[in-house]
């Protein structure tokens, strides 16, 4: 297009908009695409007028068009499919215009780093007698020779230069909005700020404006690395000069090339590389690979399920699996090769993939099971051999101590839903870690209070309940680096923290054994109760009570040191409980669901692993821990923390007092722990 075809357009433009016929001027934009009008497109954004959205936004580029054009269209088209999910939810919709308008500041900041509308964002202002001017122009230009056109130009236009202008925007801005810890995109200038009564129910989108479900990491390319994008993986891998996409639930972790690989007997990275594919039984094999299990009807003398409103009732007869020997299950002690004190803190990633241990001393392992022929989804299995990874700089994720001994700290962490990024502390400040680099991204909340336990908001990662040993609950938002609100209820230290995206509430506990329900809407306390001692115990056993929410998210397991206890929420009534018989021989030491939520996998400090119904409570397996413990005498060792399998119901891991961390599921011709 010539700069006089732009002059008559633009010309045209001034004179519709002056006019107020306002559709025309859009689709003399749209059609022309001489100028992109910011105002119109978040009026249509706020309105959720998305077909107009999407064709006003093709009439200046394509989805392929570049990185940033094919972020643009992905988050409209994922708000978009949250907005539909979410329509019947009455609560959500009164919420609408902010989560729009948090979408539409981080948009914004897309178009205005697009270099497709460079130039296309400001309109020139034109004189009166411009558009007389224009046409004058043509109809000199078409009587003169070609020869003399260019001084013509010259002449005509001396004095006539367009200067930049803007129309008016609806609202100014508030002020500039803060850099996520999760690296999202900053000072997103039409974003306006949410009070701290937002509802996190609402899936309000994280980095200043990212849609749920995505986060972006930190511009600074000293501080972050781009993972490697794993091959033929339908992920969404969007990037560009200031920020990354990554969308939940489909993007597997992936490591840079700073780092090394160590597995036992290897010291190179290129035989970990050849040989990391290959089976245990081929390999190191630091405990026997498989354990029998013998079939055994005799009194459940384990403990006892009481269902609700009754007294103590037996347990109905039921097939008891008793491990004693190698024969029918695999374990896998993970290779490693570091110095490391008793595993604190143990998870999968949400990609099934990985194992990250927390320990005493602060410190972090990841070990990553390998994709190639043997493996082909790339997940954890006992038959084989992780890659323990570590970077080459020797710099491990270590969180901040402010000084103290973290032995003598309470150590939590939790992991985004992308698997993209871990919080984490051990005592001093919550650390923000990249997952693909290792490298702290910040820290937050220098103690006192200390944090005890972390919590991500499953819709919005941007949302993190803090526990604090003060007894007080911190709800921050990352993305505008702020405290929304302080919850008090507790008397004691907050031990466990649980957010259900069904009944949009989160439930506490605490070492004053009580159980706490907050509304995610208002923050506000809906219900409490206390956790009974059972008959011959101490007060003592009730210190750390830990809860998680059954696969439905109705149903809450409540875990102490002698019982446990399934309650309906939000209500908190009690539905069943096992107890620990007075004779047993070590205290309960973790519970967790399986991913399915039909088993309960539960650790004693006499080194036993059982594995419970959870529709019942009833015994169904045991793990004699003579199968995977070290058989030195002098060394007590036994399991502190369980993780279930994100995608498997049948494996789990345990992280030991010896450093030790394990992996068990059963062959795959079992399939199952119990029939």
Known sequence: MSSLEKDLLFSIHQFLHEKNFKRTVHTLEQESGIFFSMPYFQDRVTNGDWDEVENYLSGFTKLKDNTNSTNIFTVIQHHKNLEAQDREDEKVSRELINARGYMFAYVKKLIEANPVFRDKLKLPIFNPSTLRLSLNLQNHLAAVPTSQSTSAITSLLQGAVPKPAEFPTPFRAQGPLPTSPLGCVTNAPSAPQPSASYPSSVPHPSASACPIGF????????????????????????????????????????????????????????????????????????????????????????????????????????????????????????????????????????????ILALYVNAVHKLWKWPENDSNSMGKARARLVPQLWQPRSGTMMTNETSGMNPEYAFHCFALSNNDQYLMSVSGGEISFFNMGTFKTIKTIMSPPPAATFLALHPRDNNIIAIGSDDSSIQIYDATFNEVKTKLKAHQERITGLAFSNILNVLVSSGADSQLCVWSTDTWEKQTNEYLQSPAGRSGASLADTRVQFHHDQTCLLAVQETQIVIYEVPALKRHMKWVLPLQASGSITYATYSCDSKSIYVSFECGRISVLSASSLDLRCRINPSLYLPTNPSLRAYPLVVAAHPSKPNQFAVGLTDCGVYLLEPLESEGKWYP
């Open 215 to 354: 986060n972006t990491q930190n511009n600074s390319a000293d501080v972050l690395k781009h993972p490697t994008t794993p091959k033929n993986k339908p992920a969404v891998d969007i990037q560009n000069d200031h920020s990354e996409l990554l969308l939940k639930g489909t993007k597997r972790l992936e490591m840079s090339n700073e780092f090394m690989l160590s597995t036992p007997a290897i010291s190179t990275i290129d035989d970990v590389n050849a040989s990391s594919g290959s089976n245990i039984e081929d390999r190191v094999s630091p405990v026997a690979p498989t354990v029998s299990m013998n079939e055994n009807r005799q009194n459940l003398k384990d403990g006892k399920p009481t269902i609700a409103g009754e007294s103590s009732v037996k347990s109905r007869s039921r097939e008891l699996i008793d491990a004693n020997e190698p024969s029918k299950c695999r374990i896998l002690r993970l290779p490693d090769s570091l110095v490391a004190m008793r595993v604190s803190r143990l998870m999968y990633t949400n990609s099934g993939s990985a």
